[in-house]
């Protein structure tokens, strides 16, 4: 919601750090390049109303132009040649979302979504909600969601709770930063090594 902004720089460069080939994707790159605002209302606000010109379709592509950038990059092959290293992908809030929506690119092996909001009611630029694409994907997925997040409504962590356990079993535990961020660790040691 924030722009490609220090914190999620910041948590590429932690990805990298553990050894993993690490990529912060701008998001709103076609509607505001370079956003980078505040953690306050008027950030906020910004955030939003670039997060509500966002179509799965244009987000899905420029997913797949990326993750075939880094593969080119990490193997030094050209783009468009089959490839096979294992991608991950981590997103917060709305990028949790749209991580849910990165999980059914076929490269994606294992995807970890911190409270993806909306996902029950929403899915950017129109369709049904984006917990409907959990059936196309191919990898692992692990939901972190944390019940005191006010732009998590108990509603909102039932309907994913309830849509994980119909398309496999669901697994919740103590939320909480450093516990989602191991979880995360342990789920892409398992499926991108």
């Not at 906020?44 to 997913?63: P, S, T, Y």
Request: aromatic share 8%; hydrophobic share 50%.
């Amino acid at each position: 919601m924030f722009g490609l902004n220090g914190w999620v720089r910041s948590v590429a460069d932690r990805l990298a750090g553990e050894g993993y080939a690490a990529l912060a994707m701008p998001i709103f790159e076609r509607t505001a390049p370079g956003l980078d605002v505040g953690y306050d209302a008027a950030g906020l606000a910004a955030g939003r109303v670039h997060r509500d010109v966002v179509a799965a379709e244009i987000f899905l592509a420029d997913a797949q132009r990326a993750i075939t950038w880094l593969q080119h990059q990490k193997l030094g092959q050209e783009p468009g040649l089959e490839i096979g290293l294992r991608i991950g992908c981590v997103g917060f809030c709305f990028g949790g979302h749209l991580a849910l929506l990165a999980a059914t690119l076929p490269a994606v092996r294992a995807t970890c979504g911190f409270y993806g909001a909306r996902v029950s009611s929403f899915r950017p630029g129109g369709g049904a909600p984006t917990l409907a694409v959990l059936p196309q994907i191919p990898g692992h997925l692990l939901c972190v969601c944390g019940d005191q997040d006010p732009l998590m409504p108990l509603q909102e962590l039932q309907a994913i709770t309830a849509a994980l356990a119909a398309d496999a079993a669901a697994r919740q535990d103590n939320p909480g930063s450093a516990l989602g961020w191991h979880e995360m660790l342990a789920l892409f040691e398992k499926s991108l090594e």
